[in-house]
């Protein structure tokens, strides 16, 4: 069993910055892929960036160029650094880990972008 808690988030000004961390109280270099979802009022949940094991990364559109996804092993941590925030960035951002037919999730942090 692998418990993620997520923190970082918070209130940021429209194009600044933010970095999110996702702590796994186990190994995730067994996961054969991490990924960081964001869930905005009245919306469904989306998946905004990944990481598989290999270190490949992938980004949804709306978020390319700007956010950042990294991983270290060795402190068991998932990260977003997120740059040129917009207002319609704001949601509750929650990380995943998923190894074979398992899921974990951690219970989100806010991310709202306000002037």
């Known amino acids: 069993q692998v418990q993620l808690v997520e923190s970082g988030g918070g209130l940021v000004q429209p194009g600044g910055s933010l970095r999110l961390s996702c702590a796994a109280s186990?190994?995730?270099?067994?996961?054969?892929?991490l990924r960081w979802y964001r869930q905005a009022p009245g919306k469904q949940r989306e998946m905004v960036a990944g990481?598989?094991?290999?270190?490949?990364?992938n980004y949804a559109d709306s978020v390319k160029g700007r956010f950042t996804i990294s991983r270290d092993n060795a402190k068991n941590t998932l990260y977003l650094q997120m740059n040129s925030l917009k207002p319609e960035d704001t949601a509750v951002y929650y990380c995943?880990?998923?190894?074979?037919?398992?899921?974990?999730w951690g219970q989100g942090t806010q991310v709202t972008v306000s002037s």
């Open positions: 995943g880990a998923f190894l074979e037919l398992k899921s974990y």
């Open positions: 186990g190994s995730i270099s067994s996961m054969n892929v």
């Open positions: 990481i598989t094991r290999g270190g490949i990364t």
